[in-house]
């Protein structure tokens, strides 16, 4: 067993180590919203904050995430998510939808470090998050809409 | 996405003016008539729609239902893939009815072809292809917001005891003078017993408050920007388990034995079985499945398996190229007009096989229910060919099939596959196991892009004659590669030995040419192939805009200048064109360090421009700014025809930049996006998008922004350095 904190709740899940995070979120405790796109940490669709940090959860073993607080797209909460969320449905960011809680964790991410961020802060930061439909320029748009929001 | 060659559409041929229209004569199904379901059913809204094929069904109860709690629930004829096929259909309900945005919802729908059959395709089938779904159902999903609103407010007469006429609807609310008022879920139970109208008026386009509203909030940016959307990936049964699949190694080959006896030590690992599309590791979740793949040894016979390079494929193709093919289209004599010719130029373009690589790999879900139903939950682009193939696997009839159509991560083509190949595993599955579970059939992205069913790999070869003053005379062009629809339910679109959408866009040429002809050689081969967003086009709007621009060139002609030249006949092409001109600025030079090209094409009859500012950096391009006109008729949703060019753009960018699928020794050599790169952020052009004002019938938008983006592309890397751009990826030429 191990002990995983997600959302601010301590569960004891059935998973061998080397499990990745990804498949414990999913799978034992169906928290759907983090999704699966490579397995390889290439596509960004699995991010999740482990102690604040965007993490790729598809290569982070739950051994490693133990002990540590680990926050979905269902537990996101606070200024700056919020803010977050509300540009992306401002701007109508999503297409088909399916990257975009990751591209959400690593903009909250981005905004928690960095309230004024230039378009190259925007590229490095979100650059490993891959959307197939090709929302970038919305993406680019709704973090400045969050940032602008927050520095009102 | 299916090649939805549209039937030419008159220019206002009515459905934009105001008419009547008589409401379909097997209307009348009994049971739940109107479609409205009654107060105190216990089911979801989104299950509302009857579950069977054969049932009878009231068109209106096909296509809405209002719930009690005065939700109106679109059930949409074409899947959400991304493009925005629901919020469309909602829109176009939503009007007609007078509803509230906020109440509108939408599912998916199957099982009725009269209802939901493609009319763009002739109405035959459920699909959703060729960017079809506003084509084909701006009339129908009107109708029935129109005969709803009707029904709504004879209820509201008969329970006010007031004429019908002094009944208004507005914002979801009936209202009369006399102060009374009901939201449509008050007035459901008495609206279902009044009788269908049999002849309701749309609105007058002036009086459109949705339909071209450019503020319309899409109807599920909310649920997509909280995790909360739910996708096949997402689906959870009781009892579910989970199964990885072991394809064969190379394309043809077949599983000769398999030894899962290491595998099935795996904690978690429930079972190994053999299907017809390969063996399957079942187990309790995705990573012990995954652990236990890993654990199986697999023999497989390739004696019929395809086994070349593409790079021995791309040599065959080129040498093919070089002689006749079949003739798609021909024009006074090219030969002649070639020989006589005062300046011949000539270009070889090759295309790669290209992969869909949505977000969501491939997966499908499948039951049998205790009284025998087969149900399954997947992205189903083609219900009514998902249906007969779950049923025919399942060895049962199919109205003892239930689809369960989700919303999915993507497709751009590829889970409208005619050999429903997700879809038959998970059912064939779920059988091996003698229907003990439901299972969940999840590819891994491995699995996704080394499945096959790739854009296939083409090759173009072009010639070009100029007469002495430099007027283009003649043009030939033969296309080698292969067919997509030869041997499934679409073959069809074979005629007269041309699969139309390996051609379209290249015969289909607007340009004024004399001599023209157009060559197509089939090529066969082992590599499954599959239409892949703008189909046809991908390529060859490719090569004649990036030939065309050449052909400028040695014409000294201005690129735009000389394209409206040969665009009299076409007006649509040159008025995107001049659209796209006028706001990018052509007339004036670009800005220091930048580089413009051009393409116009038109793909599944919307009209696009794009103009492609580029900046090299250390060799390479970088596409810095991209103006788009688009004519796409009526504009339902301006801001999702903004958000598909931009999207398309993107999409098309990538491939032509940097995506490939090769193989060697017959087995695919990227696997994952390490290997098969596609577009990023940091490559993301600002896009403007222009939309052009029309009363023309409204086509769609889904495809055709990925046509232009990249000829305009190589053109303006043509300009930046003298470099012409005829094999793609561009990564794939020296220099960039």
């Known amino acids: 067993m191990v002990n995983l904190t997600i959302n601010g709740t301590t569960h004891a899940v059935d998973a061998d180590p080397d499990m990745p995070l990804l498949w414990a979120i999913r799978d034992l405790l169906n928290l759907t919203g983090t999704k699966y796109g490579c397995g390889i940490a290439a596509c960004g669709a699995c991010t999740v904050h482990l102690d604040g940090q965007p993490v790729r959860s598809c290569q982070t073993p739950v051994s490693e995430a133990s002990g540590k607080a680990v926050t979905t797209i269902e537990g996101v909460g606070g200024q700056v998510a919020e803010a977050v969320q509300a540009a992306w449905i401002k701007l109508d960011v999503p297409q088909c939808g399916y990257c975009q809680s990751g591209q959400i964790m690593s903009a909250i991410g981005l905004l928690a470090e960095n309230r004024r961020p230039t378009d190259a802060d925007i590229d490095a930061a979100m650059s490993g998050n891959l959307c197939r439909c090709a929302t970038y320029q919305r993406i680019r748009g709704a973090v400045k809409e969050a940032a602008k929001t927050l520095g009102a | ?736």
């Open chain 2, 1 to 736: 996405m299916l090649a939805g060659h549209l039937p030419k559409l008159a220019p206002g041929s009515g459905a934009v003016s105001r008419r009547r229209f008589l409401i379909g004569a097997a209307a009348v199904g009994g049971g739940l008539a109107v479609g409205f379901r009654v107060a105190g059913a216990a089911d979801s809204p989104v299950q509302a729609q009857a579950p069977f094929a054969h049932v009878e069904m009231n068109p209106f109860s096909a296509y809405l239902t209002i719930t009690p709690e005065g939700l109106v629930v679109v059930h949409s004829a074409h899947l959400e893939m991304g493009q925005g096929s629901y919020h469309g259909l909602a829109t176009l309900v939503a009007e007609e009815l007078d509803a509230d945005w906020s109440q509108m919802r939408a599912d998916g729908a199957w099982g009725n072809t009269q209802a939901y059959g493609n009319l763009v395709w002739g109405g035959a089938i459920q699909g959703t292809g060729g960017s079809t779904a506003i084509a084909s159902s701006f009339d129908r999903y009107r109708q029935a917001g129109a005969a709803a609103r009707a029904m709504l407010i004879a209820a509201a007469s008969s329970a006010w005891k007031v004429p019908k006429a002094e009944i208004t609807v507005e914002n979801g609310v009936l209202s009369h003078p006399s102060g009374r008022r009901a939201g449509f879920g008050d007035v459901i139970g008495a609206a279902a017993a009044v009788p269908i109208p049999t002849d309701v008026s749309l609105k007058d386009p002036k009086d459109w408050k949705l339909i071209g509203n450019p503020n319309l909030p899409r109807i599920d940016s909310r649920e997509k920007s909280t995790g909360r959307e739910r996708f096949t990936i997402d689906v959870k049964l009781p009892g579910m388990l989970t199964a990885v699949m072991i394809h064969p190694p190379l394309f043809g080959a077949t599983l000769k034995s398999f030894d899962a006896t290491q595998a099935k030590a795996v904690k978690g690992v429930v079972d190994v079985v053999s299907t017809p599309r390969g063996i399957a590791v079942v187990a309790e979740n995705m990573w012990a499945a995954m652990k236990g793949r890993e654990a199986v040894t697999a023999e497989w016979d390739d004696t019929k398996a395809e086994k070349r390079s593409t790079a021995e494929l791309a040599a065959s193709y080129r040498d093919l190229a070089s002689r006749p093919g079949t003739v798609a289209r021909d024009e006074g004599n090219v030969e002649a007009a070639l020989s006589g010719a005062a300046k011949v130029l000539e270009a070889t373009f090759e295309f790669p096989y290209l992969a869909h690589a949505a977000l969501e790999p491939l997966n499908a879900v499948a039951r049998r229910t205790e009284d025998g139903i087969i149900e399954v939950w997947g992205g189903h682009q083609i219900p009514d060919l998902y249906q007969a193939t779950a049923a025919q696997v399942a060895e049962t009839t199919p109205d003892k099939v239930r689809l369960h159509v989700m919303k999915t991560g993507g497709s751009f083509g590829r889970r409208a596959v005619p050999d429903a190949d997700v879809i038959v595993e998970a059912v064939s599955v779920a059988k091996a196991l003698g229907w003990r579970a439901p299972v969940k059939v999840q590819w891994t992205r491995e699995d996704d892009m080394r499945a096959g069913r790739y854009r296939p790999m083409y090759v173009h070869a072009l010639q070009a004659g100029l007469d002495a003053q430099g007027r283009l005379v003649a043009w030939r062009n033969r296309i080698v590669g292969q067919s997509i629809v030869t041997n499934t339910p679409f073959a069809g679109l074979v005629k007269n030995g041309i699969d139309v959408t390996s051609v379209e866009g290249a015969a289909t040429i607007p340009y004024a040419i004399p001599n023209l002809r157009v060559e197509l050689t089939t090529t066969e081969n082992g590599v499954p192939v599959l239409w892949w967003r703008a189909v046809g086009s991908t390529h060859t709007a490719f090569a004649v805009e990036a030939f065309l621009d050449e052909v400028a060139e040695a014409a000294g002609k201005d690129p735009v200048a000389f394209r409206l030249e040969l665009l009299s006949g076409h007006p649509r092409h040159a008025g995107v064109l001049r659209l796209a001109a006028e706001k990018a600025g052509w007339d004036r030079p670009p800005p220091e360090g930048r580089f413009r090209g051009v393409a116009v094409a038109e793909s599944f009859s919307t009209f696009v421009a794009q103009i492609a500012e580029v900046s090299m950096e250390g060799g390479r391009p970088k596409v810095e700014r991209v103006v788009c006109a688009v004519d796409c008729g009526v504009a339902v949703n301006p801001d999702m025809i903004r958000a598909q060019m931009e999207g398309g753009i993107g999409f098309g960018l990538g491939a032509i930049m940097k995506s490939q699928v090769t193989l060697d020794g017959g087995a695919v050599q990227e696997s994952n996006f390490d290997g098969y790169d596609v577009l990023r952020i940091d490559e993301m052009p600002h896009v403007e998008v222009h939309v052009v004002q029309s009363t023309e019938r409204p086509t769609g938008v889904g495809e055709p922004g990925v046509p232009p983006i990249g000829p305009a592309v190589a053109n303006a890397v043509y300009a930046a350095t003298r470099q012409r751009m005829r094999v793609l990826p561009f990564s794939r030429a020296q220099g960039v």
